[in-house]
C-alpha cells in the first residue's frame, strides 16, 4: 500500500510537466500566426515529452497490474490517456522538424 502512495505522489507531481509536453506547441512560428518553418526542431517538445511519457506509461503498467481496486484502474485510465496526449504532441514534433519541407529548408 505504502509504495501505490508513492506512486501516486510521483504521478500527481509529474502532472505540470505532463501538461507542458501536451500544451507546448510543435511549431512556435505558427502557434504566434506566422507561417514559416520552425528549424530548432523538436527539442522544445520532448525535453518535457520523454520523461513525462515514462513516467505515466509506467504508471498505467503498475497500476494495471494493481487493480485489487476500481480507483487503481481509474488511474491507470487517466496515466495511458495522459501518456497519449503526451505522445501525439511528441510525434507531431518530429513530423514537423522532419518532414520534407523542413529537410530542404533548413539543411
Given at each position: 500500500?505504502?509504495g501505490m502512495t508513492?506512486l501516486?505522489?510521483?504521478?500527481i507531481a509529474?502532472?505540470?510537466?505532463?501538461?507542458?509536453?501536451?500544451?507546448?506547441?510543435?511549431?512556435?512560428y505558427?502557434?504566434?500566426g506566422?507561417?514559416?518553418?520552425?528549424?530548432?526542431?523538436p527539442?522544445?517538445?520532448?525535453?518535457?515529452?520523454?520523461?513525462s511519457?515514462?513516467i505515466?506509461?509506467?504508471?498505467?503498467?503498475?497500476?494495471?497490474?494493481?487493480?485489487n481496486?476500481?480507483?487503481?484502474?481509474a488511474a491507470?485510465?487517466c496515466?495511458?490517456?495522459?501518456f497519449?496526449?503526451v505522445?501525439?504532441n511528441a510525434?507531431a514534433?518530429?513530423?514537423e522538424?522532419?518532414?520534407?519541407?523542413?529537410?530542404e529548408?533548413c539543411?
Amino acid at each position: 500500500m505504502r509504495g501505490m502512495t508513492i506512486l501516486y505522489l510521483v504521478l500527481i507531481a509529474a502532472l505540470p510537466v505532463a501538461v507542458l509536453a501536451a500544451a507546448f506547441p510543435v511549431n512556435s512560428y505558427r502557434a504566434q500566426g506566422i507561417e514559416a518553418l520552425d528549424c530548432d526542431g523538436p527539442m522544445s517538445v520532448l525535453i518535457f515529452a520523454v520523461p513525462s511519457m515514462l513516467i505515466y506509461g509506467a504508471g498505467a503498467l503498475l497500476l494495471y497490474r494493481n487493480r485489487n481496486r476500481r480507483f487503481h484502474g481509474a488511474a491507470s485510465l487517466c496515466c495511458l490517456l495522459v501518456f497519449c496526449f503526451v505522445g501525439w504532441n511528441a510525434v507531431a514534433a518530429m513530423r514537423e522538424s522532419y518532414g520534407p519541407a523542413s529537410i530542404e529548408a533548413c539543411a
